[in-house]
């Protein structure tokens, strides 16, 4: 991880990817229920999804991303109010 990078904000990262995918559209009657879920979750995330965070963006990065990306951004954007 690069020095400039917060190991807070990589802990941050990781919940707010987890929650989207396991949590926001859970509903658990019991507490044992809840963390019976977490358990099997936690395994399956780090199988499919985990890897490394990086923290630096560079211009040919950027730039390979809005190619790839080009087609959704063109459509957000001739949809927004003006």
């Known amino acids: 991880m690069p020095p400039h990078v917060s190991w807070l904000n990589q802990a941050e990262l990781l919940l707010w990817a987890f929650s989207a995918r396991y949590l926001?559209?859970?509903?658990?009657k019991r507490r044992s229920d809840f963390i019976a879920h977490l358990d099997v979750s936690w395994l399956e995330y780090n199988r499919l999804y985990a890897?490394?965070?990086?923290?630096?963006?560079?211009?040919a990065k950027m730039h390979d991303?809005?190619?790839?990306?080009?087609?959704?951004?063109c459509w957000i954007t001739s949809?927004?109010?003006h």
Request: glycine share 8%; net charge positive; hydrophobic share 30%.
């Open 24 to 28: 926001q559209h859970g509903d658990w």
């Open 79 to 81: 949809r927004t109010l």
């Open 51 to 59: 890897h490394p965070f990086t923290g630096f963006w560079t211009r």
């Open 65 to 73: 991303w809005f190619e790839r990306h080009r087609r959704c951004l």
